[in-house]
């Protein structure tokens, strides 16, 4: 009778205590400001690729197996976008570079560029893969991790949403190791990687006539072999055309961050509803398990363990009698509630994949102006791209009637290679 009282006890103690732990919002972080101005000719710019959204290729045909990740193909592929667009934000609310912007893939000659990839991204949780690399090659972050839960605090209101990321401190903790990577390099390294950058683009429009002023080592690193003269009329052509391609690049950065502007509230909306959902399939779950464990333990308790009363003690039987059936009715049922917190679990992460998927219906129906045509932001931004850079070195045939011819080097051009 002892031990059929205690299992009772457990049960019904386990069964109604539990706890519940309220999450706080975390600890903020914040780009790290520039306290001083920085001289123009070490101001870098910043690139900022679309992320690679993580989707994997062994299960890209599978939607179920990719719900089960929770992986929306077109809503990550969003995502990609968005994260890149909130990176460069933070990157240039900190006042720590020159231009940043949201690039396509094929735009590569900037001071420095960022690429990424998502690894894991949902209401509660953003994972995602870095690497920084400036224009001469030199690593800046090596494929480094950076992860982070999301801050509730954001999602207590439709301010709060729209005043902080969730998680800011993911984009945050991004932009000041790339500021501590910076602070690594000498002057001289800073203006080598502003050179560096204005030659490869050179060198890309005109190759005949603008080659063999960089050479690139074994590692893949680039140095400066010769400079043109700065009052060289070829390489005052190609600086007129560079600020075009610039402006171009502009365009795409806007298209980018109008895209986000038209999906913020529908994607803020989607996420906090994510995690709600997710909260809860976790709630319910944990729930399911002690319900289902401690409802069996109650039932077998009440079976098998041996009665306490002497054979001639009937009223003691009575009483053992009716705590079993007691034990195995609150068993059963405490079995049935665990069952049925499941199927409210299942129902909830339901509920996650149908926000994913009206979300990314959204999402694939965007289509944007670029330069008077209209296109859709997969894979549109790239061919765009290309068809400028086509463009310009249209534009530089056209200047130069179609002669390649070098421009001269400074005669200190040697001096001014060395340290890169």
Not at 13 to 42: F, M, S, W, Y
Not at 78 to 95: H, I, K, M, P, Q
Not at 242 to 261: C, H, M, P, S, W
């Amino acid at each position: 009778m002892k031990l059929l009282a205690i299992a009772l006890l457990a049960y019904g103690t386990l069964l109604t205590g539990c706890v519940v732990h309220e999450t706080r919002p975390l600890e903020k972080i914040n780009p790290v400001q520039a306290t001083q101005q920085i001289p123009a000719d070490e101001l870098l710019d910043v690139g900022v690729h679309v992320f690679d959204p993580g989707i994997p290729a062994e299960i890209a045909e599978d939607p179920d197996a990719l719900a089960k990740r929770r992986i929306y193909p077109d809503l990550r592929r969003a995502e990609a976008r968005f994260v890149a667009a909130s990176l460069s934000d933070t990157l240039e609310t900190s006042g720590q570079w020159g231009a940043v912007r949201t690039v396509p893939d094929n735009v590569q000659f900037v001071d420095i560029l960022l690429t990424g990839k998502i690894i894991e991204s949902t209401g509660a949780n953003l994972a995602l893969q870095v690497r920084a690399v400036d224009a001469t090659g030199r690593v800046l972050i090596d494929d480094r991790r950076y992860a982070g839960d999301a801050d509730v605090g954001s999602y207590k209101t439709d301010a709060a949403l729209k005043a902080r990321d969730p998680f800011q401190n993911v984009y945050s903790r991004i932009a000041n190791d790339l500021v501590a990577a910076r602070a690594g390099l000498t002057a001289e390294d800073r203006r080598a990687i502003r050179q560096v950058s204005e030659l490869r683009f050179a060198e890309d429009l005109a190759p005949s006539a603008l080659a063999g002023y960089l050479v690139t080592d074994n590692n893949g690193r680039r140095s400066i072999a010769r400079l043109p003269a700065e009052n060289d009329p070829l390489m005052q052509r190609v600086r007129r055309i560079r600020e075009t391609d610039a402006t171009i690049i502009d365009t795409l950065d806007g298209y980018y961050e109008n895209f986000d502007d038209q999906l913020s509230d529908a994607y803020d909306s989607y996420r906090r509803a994510s995690f709600e959902e997710m909260e809860k399939e976790n709630r319910l779950r944990n729930q399911a398990r002690t319900r289902t464990f401690l409802g069996a333990a109650a039932v077998l308790a009440s079976v098998f363990v041996p009665g306490q009363c002497a054979a001639t003690d009937y009223n003691c039987r009575r009483i053992e009698s009716a705590a079993r059936t007691a034990g195995a009715i609150g068993g059963t049922a405490g079995v049935l509630s665990g069952l049925k917190k499941y199927a409210d679990a299942k129902n909830a992460a339901a509920s996650v994949r149908e926000l994913s998927e009206s979300f990314q219906g959204e999402a694939a129906s965007q289509v944007v102006d670029v330069e008077g045509k209209t296109l859709k932001l997969v894979g549109s931004a790239d061919e765009q791209y290309r068809e400028w850079r086509q463009l310009l070195r249209e534009m530089h045939l056209e200047e130069t009637a179609g002669v390649a011819t070098a421009p001269q080097s400074t005669d200190d051009s040697a001096s001014n290679a060395k340290g890169t």
